[in-house]
C-alpha cells in the first residue's frame, strides 16, 4: 500500500510505525505537518492510498480527510477523547489504557474506529509510556487497520457512548492548575504520579527557593525526610526534596522565567537552581552499592553468577562529559573485578543518544562542550573497546541514537530488544561528522558500502533489519522482561563456557592485528579533525541544528531523505 505519514515529527513511535511497515513491504512517504498547503502538496505528489498521522498537533485539513482515508492514532481507549490522553490515564490512577486508530472527520478524536488495543497501565513517566506500552499498541492498531482497509468489506465502528466496550470520555486539556503539586499536602506517590503525568512535556510548573521551574524526572527516595518541600540533598545533578511522608528526587528541571540569557530547556536540576542548591549535602551513591531502599541510582554495577551487570539510565539518553566519565570509571573498575563477562545496559527506556546536546547548547562556548563531550564519550569507547580480559555484552533495551550506537558497537557482542529503532548516522545534527570511533567499528561490522550507506540515508533501522545487515549480533525479546531474561542467560552460559578463554585470546589478536594496521589513536584523531570543522569552522550547520533540536523550533520543511515523494519529483 502506498502509505503518507503526515506527522508533527519522525518521533520514536513514527520511526517504529516506518521500520515496520517498510518491512513488511509498503511504500512510505513521510511529511512533517507544517500547514495545510504543504500537506495538500505532499498528498497531491505521493498519492497515498492511506494517510496515517502517528503524532500530530492540529486537525488534518477537511480538504484531505474528505478525500482521502486519514487514520490517526490517538494515546487513549475506545471513546477517549481530548489533547491530554495519558496525562489524564496516569493522574486517575487507570489500570488499563490503549490506544484507537480513528479515521479523521470534522470533529476531533471522534471518528470511526477502525482498531482499539489496550494495554495494563505501568507506574511510569508518559514519555516512558509512550515509547514502550502506547508504541506496541499503535503498532498492533494499524497493523489492524491496515488488514481491515486490505479485506476490502470491513467497516470501521462508529463512536457510539452506548455500546459497553467504549468507557473513554472527553477529557480538556490538562492545565498547570491540574499538574500543581501541594508540597504541604501531596504524599510521595502523588507527587510522582503528578511529574510524571508531565513528563517530558510540558512538566509540572513549581517553585523552588523562589525560582519559577518546571519539574521532570522523578524518583521516590526511602531514607532521607525533611520538611514539606525542602530541599535536602544534591546527586549527579539532581536535587531531593521531601514530601510529607518522604521524598522524591528531580533529576531535570526548565526555568519557567528565564532571567535574560538563561536557557529555556531542560537542564540538570543543579544547574538550573545554580547557588540555591551550592549548599545542598552532596549524597553520593557509588554504582557498586546496593542502595537498601528506594532511591535514584543513575549508574549502577551488580554482580551475578560470576557476569557483571552496568546499567546507566541517563535522562532521554543524554551523555553528558561527566556522565561519560562516570561510566568510563565505572567500566574501568568493572575491568579490575573477577568477572569475565560484561553485561551495558544502558536505561529502559533509550541506550544512548550520544553527546548531551542541551548541554552543549547552555555552555557558555557550547564549541568548547561538544569538544570537551565528545572526547569524553571517546575515552568511554576506548575504554571499551581496550578489554583484553573482559568479554562486553550491550544489551539495547531501549533505542539508540547517533554516538550512542556507535558506542554499542564497542562491545564484542550487541543485542536488541526486538522493538528497538537504532540512529546510527549523526548527519542529520547539521553535517555532525561524528566520532566515537565509527569510522574503525562501522564499516569493521558491514563493510564500507553498508556503513556510507547507513550514514548518509539518515534513516531509523529497525533491530531485525540491523541484525541482518550485521550492524549487531542479534535482536530478540518482544516484551522487556523477555529480552532481560534472555540476555542474561545467554551471559551467564557464557561465563559458565569452557571456550570463554579462547574467545577472549582471538579478541586480543584481532584487536592486536587492527592496531598494527591502524591504531585506534590514528582513527581518533582523524575523526576529529572533522568534528573540529563542525565545531570551530565556518560552516555553522551543527549549532543552527543543535539550537533548533534543543528549542525544540517547528520545522520548516520535510527533508528529502523522509519525503519520498519531493525526491521522486525532484529527479
Ligand atoms: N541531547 C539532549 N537531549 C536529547 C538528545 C541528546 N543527544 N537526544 C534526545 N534528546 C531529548 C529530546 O530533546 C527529547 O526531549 P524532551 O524530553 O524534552 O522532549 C527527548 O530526548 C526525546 O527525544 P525525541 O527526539 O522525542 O525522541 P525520539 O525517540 O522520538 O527520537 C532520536 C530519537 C535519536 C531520533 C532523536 O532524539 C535525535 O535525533 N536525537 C539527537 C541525537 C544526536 O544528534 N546526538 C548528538 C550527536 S552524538
Known amino acids: 500500500m502506498r502509505i503518507l505519514f503526515l506527522t508533527h515529527a519522525f518521533n520514536s513511535l513514527s520511526q517504529r510505525l516506518y521500520v515496520e511497515l517498510a518491512r513488511r513491504g509498503h511504500a512510505l512517504s513521510i511529511e512533517f505537518d507544517i500547514n495545510d498547503a504543504v500537506a495538500e502538496q505532499a498528498v497531491a505528489l505521493f498519492q497515498p492510498e492511506l494517510i496515517v498521522a502517528p503524532f500530530l498537533k492540529r486537525a488534518i485539513p477537511e480538504s484531505i480527510w ?18 491530554s490522553s495519558l496525562d489524564w490515564a496516569i493522574l486517575r490512577c487507570e489500570t488499563t489504557w490503549g490506544v484507537t486508530c480513528l479515521q479523521a472527520d470534522a470533529e476531533m478524536d471522534a471518528g470511526d474506529i477502525w482498531a482499539s488495543v489496550e494495554f495494563p497501565m505501568r507506574a511510569a513517566a508518559k514519555s516512558s509510556l509512550y515509547r514502550n506500552e502506547v508504541t506496541e499498541a499503535a503498532l498492533q492498531g494499524i497493523l489492524l487497520t491496515i488488514e481491515r482497509i486490505e479485506q476490502g468489506d470491513c467497516r470501521p465502528e462508529p463512536l457510539d457512548y452506548d455500546r459497553p466496550d467504549v468507557q473513554g470520555r472527553w477529557h ?12 504541604a499536602a501531596d504524599d510521595t506517590a502523588t507527587v510522582l504520579r503528578k511529574i510524571r503525568a508531565g513528563d517530558g512535556v510540558p512538566g509540572v510548573r513549581d517553585c523552588i ?5 518546571y519539574l521532570y524526572n522523578a524518583h521516590p527516595e526511602s531514607q532521607l525526610s525533611g520538611a514539606p518541600g525542602e530541599l535536602l540533598a544534591r546527586r549527579d545533578g539532581a536535587v531531593c526534596r521531601a514530601t510529607v511522608d518522604g521524598a522524591v528526587w528531580i533529576t531535570h528541571l526548565r526555568a519557567a522565567e528565564p532571567a535574560e540569557g538563561e536557557p529555556a530547556f531542560k537542564l540538570p536540576a543543579t544547574q538550573v537552581l545554580g547557588p540555591l542548591a551550592e549548599h545542598l549535602p552532596e549524597h553520593r551513591l557509588l554504582p557498586t552499592v546496593e542502595p537498601a531502599g528506594a532511591t535514584w541510582q543513575e549508574l549502577s554495577y551488580r554482580e551475578r553468577n560470576g557476569v557483571g551487570h552496568l546499567y546507566f539510565d541517563f535522562y532521554n539518553g543524554a551523555m553528558d562529559s561527566e556522565q561519560c566519565e562516570r561510566l568510563r570509571r565505572a567500566v574501568a573498575e568493572a575491568k579490575q573485578r573477577q568477572i569475565r563477562v560484561l553485561v551495558l545496559w544502558g536505561g529502559a527506556d533509550f541506550w544512548s543518544n550520544g553527546i548531551h546536546l542541551n548541554r552543549i547548547e547552555a555552555a557558555s562556548s557550547p564549541a568548547d562542550e561538544s569538544w570537551r563531550n565528545i572526547n569524553a564519550m571517546n575515552d568511554l ?10 568479554y562486553v555484552i550491550a544489551a539495547l533495551r531501549g533505542n539508540a541514537g547517533a554516538g550512542g550506537v556507535f558506542m554499542a558497537l564497542a562491545a564484542d557482542r550487541v543485542l536488541a530488544r526486538e522493538g528497538v529503532v537504532l540512529n546510527p548516522h549523526y548527519k542529520s545534527m547539521g553535517n555532525l561528522y561524528g566520532s566515537e570511533y565509527w569510522s574503525y567499528l562501522l564499516p569493521k561490522r558491514v563493510g564500507e558500502v553498508r556503513a556510507k550507506a547507513l550514514t548518509e540515508n539518515r534513516l531509523p533501522l529497525g533491530a531485525p533489519e540491523a ?3 550485521g550492524l549487531i549480533d ?8 523477555e529480552f532481560e531474561a534472555l540476555v542474561e542467560m545467554e551471559a551467564r552460559t557464557l561465563a559458565e563456557c569452557s571456550t570463554l578463554g579462547e574467545r577472549l585470546e582471538g579478541k586480543r589478536l584481532r584487536r592486536a592485528q587492527d592496531e598494527a594496521e591502524k591504531p585506534l589513536e590514528e582513527y581518533r584523531e582523524e575523526e576529529l579533525e572533522r568534528m573540529k570543522l563542525n565545531f570551530y569552522g565556518f560552516d555553522p550547520s551543527y549549532h543552527v541544528a543543535r539550537y533548533h533540536f534543543v528549542e525544540k523550533l517547528p520545522k520548516a520543511r520535510t527533508p528529502v531523505y523522509l519525503a519520498r515523494h519531493r525526491r521522486l519529483q525532484a529527479s
Do not use: Y
Not at 474528505?66 to 489533547?83: E, T
Not at 480538556?172 to 508540597?183: E, H, I, K
Not at 542479534?474 to 522482561?481: D, H, S
Open 474 to 481: 542479534g535482536c530478540f525479546g518482544e516484551t522487556l522482561t
Open 172 to 183: 480538556c486539556l490538562m492545565t498547570q492548575a491540574d499538574r500543581a503539586v501541594d508540597w
Open 209 to 213: 527557593g523562589g525560582k519559577a521551574c
Open 66 to 83: 474528505r478525500n482521502h482515508r486519514c487514520i490517526i492514532v490517538h494515546p487513549g481507549i475506545k471513546g477517549d477523547r481530548g489533547p
Open 467 to 469: 541484525s541482518e545487515l
Open 381 to 390: 569507547c576506548r575504554e571499551l573497546i581496550e578489554t583484553p580480559s573482559l
